[in-house]
């Protein structure tokens, strides 16, 4: 079965700051979707990406798909407090309907 | 305008009880889902149902058994609860059953099992 790696399990950084989160999984990836979590919440949709080098961008929030290195990384641009949250990537390696989740990333940001 | 809700989202109930936890969905798809996150955090789909069809139905003890009176409404029905049982129980939605659809998130409930 597919399994999904997210790094770093963990995240603090100052407001203002750029971060990136990683993804990678054991499996072909044939698409690949990020999630918002915050507590209390249910899991907010960010984007999907399911072409090679695909990258797509929602406000200041871009996310790429390599392919080939079977990952995915977002990155946050100028991070502002209203990100904070736990960032969750499921991926799907074909078939129907399932989606594979990682453990996500918990990120904090400090103003 | 909630496009994916779940009742109650919170339940506090003791070891060997039955309950149930009730998803509905405004948003006319054609696939609901139950997801179950545990205390590590990470999020595992139970079941899914397609047009009230039983589609998925992941390694979950029978004491676990979903059930769709239409496919605007997917519940799910625990019973003699264990504490491992206790963890977060998602529904999520999408238009139809392919992994490609976007899924959409109830806000969960959060099952303690004493």
């Known amino acids: 079965s597919q399994e999904l790696e997210q790094s770093p399990q963990s995240l603090i950084v100052q407001e203002g700051k750029n971060l990136t989160i990683n993804c990678t999984s054991s499996?072909?990836?044939?698409?690949l979707y990020w999630y918002k979590q915050k507590y209390g919440e249910g899991l907010i949709f960010l984007m999907m990406?399911?072409?090679?080098?695909e990258e797509k961008s929602h406000e200041k929030i871009t996310a790429k798909l390599d392919e080939k290195k079977q990952q995915s990384s977002l990155h946050i641009t100028a991070s502002q407090p209203s990100h904070a949250g736990i960032y969750l990537c499921?991926?799907?390696?074909?078939?129907?309907?399932?989606?594979?989740f990682g453990i996500g990333t918990k990120l904090q940001v400090i103003p | 305008d909630t496009a994916v809700s779940q009742t109650p989202k919170y339940l506090v109930t003791q070891m060997g009880n039955d309950k149930s936890i009730k998803c509905e969905q405004n948003?006319?798809?054609?696939?609901m889902y139950w997801y179950k996150q545990d205390s590590k955090k990470f999020l595992k789909i139970m079941f899914s149902?397609?047009?009230?069809?039983?589609?998925i139905n992941e390694t979950v003890p029978n004491r676990f058994s979903p059930k769709s009176p239409d496919k605007a409404h997917l519940n799910l029905h625990i019973n003699s609860l264990e504490l491992g049982d206790s963890a977060v129980y998602f529904c999520?939605?999408?238009?139809?059953?392919?992994?490609?659809?976007?899924?959409?998130f109830g806000p969960g409930t959060r099952l303690l099992v004493l």
């Open positions: 999520a939605s999408s238009q139809v059953g392919r992994a490609q659809e976007t899924q959409y």
């Open positions: 499996k072909t990836l044939y698409g």
């Open positions: 990406l399911q072409k090679g080098g």
């Open positions: 499921g991926a799907f390696s074909g078939g129907y309907q399932k989606v594979t």
């Open positions: 948003l006319g798809h054609d696939t």
């Open positions: 149902y397609n047009n009230k069809e039983l589609i």
